[in-house]
């Protein structure tokens, strides 16, 4: 294959910015900084149920406004990670399974009148 037909835009795994590599990768990367994304990622689930359940029984424009930013939030640190890493690595499994017991905190939460 000629250098001719390699295309431009290959991605690298250097084009990821300092601050992703430093604050970010981290604490998807190492096992030992697993127990503080799991904590964050708990963090984060405790915002998202109540978000889904005011949309699922209100349909209040604000809370349907905030929950479709928050998917647009995700979605741009998933293509973030794609752009940077050249696949979905770590964060965005993390980001999948934190929306994943979300959803699911949220069902039990509407289903036993819990939130």
């Known amino acids: 294959m000629s250098d001719a037909m390699v295309d431009s835009k290959e991605v690298t795994t250097d084009t990821a910015p300092e601050w992703y590599v430093t604050w970010v990768e981290p604490y998807v990367a190492e096992p030992v900084l697993w127990p503080v994304a799991v904590a ?10 109540p978000v889904l359940l005011a949309v699922v029984r209100t349909r209040h424009p604000s809370a349907i406004l905030l929950l479709l930013m928050l998917i647009a939030g995700t979605a741009g640190l998933i293509r973030f990670e794609v752009m940077h890493r050249g696949r979905p690595r770590g964060l965005s ?3 999948v399974f934190t929306w994943m017991v979300s959803i699911l905190v949220a069902i039990v939460a509407f289903r036993t009148d819990f939130i």
């Open 40 to 49: 964050l990622s708990g963090h984060v689930m405790l915002l998202l149920a």
């Open 93 to 95: 499994g993390a980001i």
